[in-house]
């Protein structure tokens, strides 16, 4: 048997080299403390009320660690604030020959840095018992191998953003063309009216020549009219569009950043080449501003001159109908009725121009949303195929007695809740249907549907009728559909372990079988940070022994663990690099020892302190016996 059929297998994931080098406590209940720190395995013992939890939490809330779960991580965060008070915490990152700084208070939201910041990982006791029993807990332990950051969850919101802008524009020419198509609705009647008087009309112009003149120049005059209408609309819809925009560049300067002055006369302005930026571009914004007022002077001139002709030509139009109705008695209001319907007629061919032009924009712009769309799947598809692909060599590594599987979009819990919000008060027993369509159908799929009005699809989905598939879809149309499309139903993960001859989902575990799963796949962080608080709790000795020690023997030696524990086995068995002892007065905890396990003071310290202490050196030599053996 070799070595490698026991330990553990390194996986290929690079992470950061950093390691933590030294942390310092000013005020609190560890003002003061300052500790060092080493490559390899770190161990804080001490008795129970020392601070070996504090330590662990202040270090978590400088770095900017995150808890696993919502709840954790505000426990964490109280934690630490209640340790710290009004103090600071500072601690030394070395990154190769670099040292990076870290310093934070109570009152910064972020921590201070010159540098990259090596975020470790970090558990605290319950967060091994509990984090496998939450989804997102077991997602963000998993994530943890993928080397996900920042950069990619900037880059998703980016292509959310613009799915979600894109969703807006499209509801709002949506609406636009529903209303052009209603208006355009009205042509038929209006035709089929003209015809009608077209009759009475003719009748006019066989009454006397003087009539026949005085309505031919009267058709000129309502012509004419009709025109000016057509005009009068293209310019108000340009002068409503550019009014529109103009807000939208006004509060673009009004929310500007102030450039204040650098207060440092003795250092020169670092951010003097930005503040120029934003000055050029603040007065750049405010000459567009100018060239938009004057566009919008422009054409509210125009407007004023158009309307004024159509009054003109409408008090022409008047004495004309006056003069018409004193030769036959009638012959006015007749005509003042075909000039009405014709202004109308010409208003609404006008806008059929107008309503194939944001047809064909409607066209473009759902185009390119589905472009949007389908670069949002593929990067949402590959970030599954790396969590897979974790996932698996997680497996590979720990199996056969622990397996981890990742299902594509499986926690649409609160993907249902959202649909649940939409639908609330619409009498379809919201909960319950929304929780079918999150289930049965993607959002996207979701937003197409709302889009051609499919409820025959959503019908054959979800196994709801075809009323209640309709009725559902025209409520969801008047939701945030860019919200709904883009929401993000993550992937579920799930830790098994091997018992007897089946699988056991962790949530049936208990709560050592819990631990005796998450520990072994936080140690497969071997390049990175790890920090854990009392890892033995719920396990037994023979545990730590045969899978906690090899683990932490398998690691690479360059990489660093810091564990606060009561447990002899871990510091003696795992060959500490480095022990700290903290004592407390019962007012303010500090380090009364720190040093490499070879040290008396430490052997010591161990053996008088800690559980079991004395019997664990003496399994030492037997330990490493077997374990060279092997």
């Known amino acids: ?153 900037e880059s998703e919101s980016g292509k959310v953003s613009k799915v979600c802008s894109l969703t807006a524009e499209v509801e709002t020419l949506r609406r636009e063309i529903d209303e052009l198509l209603r208006q355009l609705g009205e042509l038929p009647d209006i035709n089929h009216r003209i015809d009608e008087l077209s009759p009475k009309e003719q009748e006019l112009a066989k009454v006397s020549a003087d009539a026949k003149e005085k309505k031919s120049q009267l058709d000129r005059i309502s012509a004419d009219i009709a025109e000016t209408a057509v005009s009068l609309g293209a310019i108000e819809r340009f002068h409503q569009s550019v009014s529109t925009w103009k807000l939208a560049v006004t509060r673009l300067l009004t929310d500007s950043p102030s450039i204040e002055l650098w207060s440092d006369s003795l250092v020169p302005d670092p951010l003097a080449q930005s503040r120029e930026r934003i000055r050029r571009a603040k007065e750049h914004l405010s000459n567009a501003n100018e060239e938009i007022q004057q566009a919008m002077t422009g054409s509210k001139l125009i407007l004023e001159s158009i309307i004024g002709k159509k009054l003109q030509l409408e008090d022409q139009a008047r004495q004309s109908r006056k003069e018409i109705d004193t030769l036959q008695a009638g012959a006015g209001g007749i005509i003042r009725q075909g000039q009405q319907l014709r202004e109308r007629k010409a208003q609404l061919e006008s806008l059929q121009n107008v309503l194939s032009e944001r047809q064909a924009s409607l066209k473009k712009l759902m185009a390119e949303r589905s472009a949007a769309l389908d670069q949002l799947d593929t990067a949402r598809q590959q970030r599954f195929n790396v969590r897979n692909k974790a996932a698996n060599e997680l497996s590979e590594t720990l199996g056969p007695r622990i397996r981890v599987r990742v299902t594509r979009a499986g926690q649409f819990e609160s993907f249902a809740a959202a649909i649940a919000d939409t639908l609330r008060g619409s009498g379809l027993r919201y909960n319950e249907l929304a929780s079918l369509l999150a289930e049965k159908v993607s959002p996207r799929e979701l937003l197409e549907s709302v889009d051609t009005n499919d409820f025959e ?52 575990l208990s709560t050592g079988q819990r631990c005796t799963v998450v520990l072994p796949l936080v140690l497969r962080h071997t390049e990175r940070i790890l920090i854990v608080d009392q890892p033995e709790d719920h396990i037994d000795n023979a545990f730590i022994a045969d899978t906690l020690i090899l683990s932490l023997l398998a690691r690479d030696p360059d990489s660093q663990i810091i564990f606060s524990t009561h447990n002899a086995n871990i510091p003696v068995l795992g060959n500490a690099q480095r022990v700290v002892q903290l004592a407390s007065d019962g007012k303010r905890g500090y380090p009364i020892l720190q040093s490499s396990l070879d040290s008396s003071l430490v052997v010591n310290a161990i053996s008088t302190v800690m559980e079991g202490g004395a019997e664990a050196f003496k399994r030492r030599s037997v330990f490493y016996r077997n374990y060279s053996a092997i």
Request: glycine share 10%; with cysteine.
């Open 457 to 508: 699809f959503i019908s054959e989905v979800t196994g709801i009728t075809k009323d209640r598939s309709a009725r559902a879809l025209a409520q969801l149309r008047e939701a945030d559909l860019g919200s709904l499309a883009t929401a993000s139903v993550e992937d579920l993960v799930s830790f098994q372990l091997l018992d007897g001859a089946d699988y056991k989902d962790i949530s049936k």
């Open 1 to 153: 048997m070799t070595l490698d059929m026991i330990l553990p297998k390194k996986p290929d994931l690079k992470m950061s080299p950093m390691l933590i080098e030294r942390i310092q406590v000013e005020e609190g209940f560890l003002d003061g403390l300052d500790i060092g720190f080493t490559r390899g395995l770190n161990v804080i013992i001490g008795e129970r009320g020392t601070g070996k939890t504090s330590l662990i939490e202040l270090i978590r809330f400088c770095l900017m660690a995150e808890g696993y779960t919502p709840e954790s991580a505000k426990r964490s965060r109280d934690h630490a604030l209640s340790i710290l008070g009004s103090g600071q915490v500072t601690v030394t990152l070395l990154d190769g020959d670099r040292k990076v700084l870290v310093t934070r208070t109570a009152a910064d939201e972020k921590a201070r840095t010159f540098g990259k910041i090596a975020t470790p990982i970090v558990l605290s006791q319950t967060e091994i018992e509990n984090v496998g029993l939450q989804a997102d807990g077991r997602l963000r332990l998993l994530d943890s191998f993928t080397g996900f950051g920042q950069n990619e969850n």
